[in-house]
């Protein structure tokens, strides 16, 4: 079982950054595949950035078009936290966003994670 715990949303300013941060309870991370996802009132949970297991070429990465450039994720080296830091926020970019981990390889689809966290907020005013 892999507990997973978002932080660091909040209100920012367009053209803002706002770092989330997704930790594990007491476990590493470096066996599975983490994934960032956000959810908008009346819209379906989106894939936003992903991370391969560390066991898995070391850490590739991939963006949704509408973040890429903007978003980066990444792994601390203990592979106990993923990080999302986010740039240049526009307000669509506004949204529950959640953590989500499964083995080895990321995928866009939320139905082929097997943990979530419980989502932090980030709301971007124009």
């Known amino acids: 079982q892999v507990q997973l715990v978002e932080s660091g949303g909040g209100l920012v300013q367009a053209g803002g950054s706002l770092r989330l941060s997704c930790a594990a309870s007491?476990?590493?991370?470096?066996?599975?595949?983490m994934g960032w996802f956000r959810q908008s009132p009346g819209k379906e949970r989106e894939f936003v950035a992903g991370?391969?297991?560390?066991?898995?070429?070391?850490?590739?990465?991939y963006y949704a078009d509408s973040v890429k450039g903007r978003f980066t994720i990444s792994r601390d080296n203990a592979n106990y936290t993923v990080y999302l830091q986010m740039e240049s926020l526009k307000p669509e970019d506004t949204a529950v966003y959640y953590c989500?981990?499964?083995?080895?390889?990321?995928?866009?689809?939320?139905?082929?994670?097997?943990?979530w966290g419980q989502g932090t907020q980030v709301t971007v005013s124009s």
């Open positions: 007491g476990r590493s991370l470096s066996d599975y595949a």
């Open positions: 989500a981990a499964r083995p080895d390889f990321y995928n866009t689809s939320p139905g082929r994670y097997d943990y």
């Open positions: 991370i391969t297991a560390i066991s898995w070429t070391h850490g590739t990465t």
